[in-house]
């Protein structure tokens, strides 16, 4: 018997898990990150915050920071589509339909706007459904 019958080929290097976060996001990106999104709740308390929040964000760290580029052009992206839903549902209040909408947008944006927050503080580049991508 030889010594190459015994001896088993080389184990295929392993791939991380899918669920691991990549590494390459830094702790500081994910942060401005998770600020882009979340500074967006400024509109409760400064007109037109919800949109100048994320852009002044996404405007100071987009040279530096890809992520925080990536994800700035996505939350004011996202506070676009949701001034216009707001908007348009305001106008729906003449029909009365409006007063069942605006708040159904409402919920919709600050529950979307959280989960986007925590998925950016988890590195994770996230897409908000329904959003028009004026910012490209």
């Not at 184990?11 to 942060?31: C, I, K, L, Y």
């Not at 939350?75 to 708040?103: K, Y």
Request: glycine share 8%.
């Amino acid at each position: 018997m030889s010594d190459n019958d015994t001896a088993s080929p080389p184990s295929p290097p392993q791939a991380p898990p899918p669920s691991a976060p990549s590494g390459t996001v830094s702790n500081d990106e994910r942060t401005w990150g998770l600020l882009a999104h979340l500074s967006a709740l400024s509109g409760f308390v400064v007109p037109f915050g919800s949109l100048l929040g994320p852009l002044i964000i996404w405007q100071v760290k987009k040279n530096e920071m890809p992520f925080v580029d990536d994800q700035g052009k996505e939350a004011v992206n996202f506070q676009i589509t949701l001034l216009l839903a707001l908007l348009v549902s305001g106008l729906l209040c003449f029909v009365l339909i409006g007063f069942l909408v605006l708040p159904v947008v409402a919920v919709y944006g600050l529950v979307m706007t959280i989960i986007g927050g925590i998925k950016a503080n988890d590195g994770v580049k996230y897409r908000y459904p329904l959003t028009l991508r004026l910012i490209n």
